[in-house]
């Protein structure tokens, strides 16, 4: 064979050289794409929320209402959010149960770092019961405005002493949307 231009069985190399650099180029980029789906399979709620802290976000609570404020602090079972009500700041509790959305979460996560995150909702509720805190208990039910009298393993007493006849509310956790200063 003579000629000045590529041979047939140059061309028919050259061929196989680009579809075998092709399906290549494909397989890599499924592979990148399913590491990039499985990375994202690693990452829970809790570590997205935690690479928001400080920032602004809205929280859809079970019942339909709406939270707005800067995320202050995430642990594996509640968050607390500081918002605007309607004597300034209020901070609100929220187990993470209460959830069905959140707006203005990033892509990333942070993993937790602190042993604080481990520590469960009934933790922080001692503490507002020792601080004799005055909080609004919203529930799936209703609302109940007193003091924590008591905190249990699932459930937590609301001493409602604004009444005309105090009366101790026992809320489950199961029902707890919200706990706010009040």
Same mark, same amino acid.
Request: net charge positive.
């Given at each position: 064979? +003579?000629?000045?231009?590529?041979?047939?069985?140059?061309?028919?190399?050259? $061929?196989?050289?680009?579809?075998?650099?092709?399906?290549?180029?494909?397989?890599?980029?499924?592979?990148?794409? *399913?590491?990039?789906?499985? *990375?994202?399979?690693?990452?829970?709620?809790? =570590?997205?929320?935690?690479? !928001?802290?400080?920032?602004?976000?809205?929280?859809?609570?079970?019942?339909? *209402?709406? /939270? $707005?404020?800067?995320?202050? %602090?995430?642990?594996?079972?509640?968050? /607390?959010?500081?918002?605007?009500?309607?004597?300034?700041?209020?901070?609100?509790?929220?187990?993470? +149960?209460?959830?069905?959305?959140?707006?203005? /979460?990033?892509?990333?996560?942070?993993?937790?770092?602190?042993?604080?995150?481990?520590?469960?909702?009934?933790?922080?509720?001692?503490? /507002?019961? %020792? =601080?004799?805190? %005055?909080?609004?208990? %919203?529930?799936?039910?209703?609302? &109940? +405005?007193?003091?924590?009298?008591?905190?249990?393993? =699932?459930?937590? =007493? !609301? *001493?409602?002493?604004?009444?005309?006849?105090?009366? !101790?509310?026992?809320?489950?956790?199961?029902?707890?949307?919200? !706990?706010?200063? &009040?």
């Amino acid at each position: 064979m +003579t000629g000045t231009g590529p041979t047939r069985w140059e061309l028919l190399f050259a $061929d196989l050289e680009a579809r075998f650099a092709a399906e290549e180029a494909a397989v890599r980029e499924g592979a990148v794409a *399913e590491l990039t789906r499985a *990375e994202h399979a690693s990452i829970g709620l809790s =570590d997205r929320l935690r690479a !928001v802290v400080g920032r602004q976000v809205r929280l859809d609570l079970a019942d339909g *209402e709406a /939270l $707005d404020g800067t995320l202050q %602090r995430i642990a594996d079972t509640w968050l /607390l959010l500081e918002g605007r009500g309607a004597r300034g700041r209020v901070q609100h509790l929220v187990p993470r +149960t209460a959830l069905t959305g959140v707006v203005g /979460l990033g892509r990333q996560g942070v993993p937790s770092a602190a042993r604080t995150d481990r520590l469960g909702l009934g933790h922080v509720l001692r503490g /507002l019961q %020792r =601080d004799r805190a %005055r909080v609004l208990v %919203r529930t799936t039910g209703g609302a &109940a +405005t007193g003091r924590i009298g008591r905190v249990g393993a =699932d459930h937590l =007493d !609301v *001493e409602e002493i604004d009444r005309a006849r105090p009366v !101790v509310r026992t809320v489950p956790f199961a029902a707890v949307l919200r !706990v706010s200063e &009040a």
